[in-house]
């Protein structure tokens, strides 16, 4: 089944305590993105990716760290947690930039 | 820079009435346009997207949108809603190869 992964669906943590939010993606896609999801602010583009080894800068990119060193993998990584990234947390690929984007079932994450 | 305005936050509808949600877009971007819908604790899936051609785009579950660059507007619309069209609605455009969704209509559809 072509589907996007995505782990952990929950995460409670505290600040400072390093964490990363595994994505998966199973149908060669080239095009990866993180984004956040927050009340009244819809969706944002945290880092995308265009293929492997190859990733940008979002719109909220502040916090974030993302690598690319599978087509299929596309971590973000939180090296110092902050209150303020309570957030849902979605990944999504794509072919290319224009094709449809497959989202995964998101993160919920809580920063205490 | 806003680069997608969905003017309405929330859009209540009788079952079986039309509906139209509105989103419009900085004419400084290229238009690439989508919609997205997002059911209840699900991620979102695409409705429809725009990339040239005809400016009348038909997408899934009867819904369509029409591309009007004049007004830099790319606006929803579904002929007669059901109650399973229930959902938040995102419209979407690509700048470079940067993502900017628009803050979101919520859509009741109520019995």
């Known amino acids: 089944e072509a589907q996007v992964t995505q782990n952990p669906r929950y995460l409670i943590t505290v600040t400072g305590k390093k964490l990363t939010v595994t994505c998966s993606q199973n149908?060669?896609?080239?095009?990866m993105s993180w984004y956040r999801q927050d009340p009244g602010l819809g969706l944002r583009q945290i880092y995308y990716?265009?293929?492997?080894?190859?990733?940008d800068k979002g719109d909220v990119p502040e916090g974030y760290k993302v690598s690319r060193k599978e087509k299929r993998n596309f971590p973000l990584i939180l090296e110092s947690p902050s209150p303020n990234q309570t957030s849902l947390y979605f990944c999504?690929?794509?072919?290319?930039?224009?094709?449809?984007?497959?989202f995964g079932p998101g993160t919920r994450l809580t920063v205490l | 820079a806003q680069s997608v305005t969905q003017l309405d936050s929330q859009v209540p509808v009788f079952e079986e009435a039309p509906v139209e949600l509105r989103c419009n877009y900085s004419?400084?971007?290229?238009?690439?346009l989508f919609w997205y819908v997002q059911y209840p604790n699900q991620g979102l899936q695409l409705l429809l997207k725009?990339?040239?051609?005809?400016?009348l785009v038909k997408g899934i579950n009867g819904f369509e949108a029409e591309f009007n660059k004049s007004q830099t507007s790319f606006h929803l619309r579904k002929p007669s809603v059901h109650i399973s069209d229930t959902a938040e609605y995102f419209c979407?455009?690509?700048?470079?190869?940067?993502?900017?969704f628009g803050t979101g209509t919520s859509l009741t559809v109520i019995p």
């Open positions: 999504a690929s794509s072919l290319t930039r224009t094709d449809t984007q497959y």
């Open positions: 149908m060669n896609h080239e095009y």
């Open positions: 990716s265009m293929n492997v080894e190859v990733t």
């Open positions: 004419s400084s971007v290229s238009v690439y």
């Open positions: 725009y990339l040239s051609g005809s400016t």
């Open positions: 979407a455009v690509i700048r470079g190869n940067q993502f900017y």
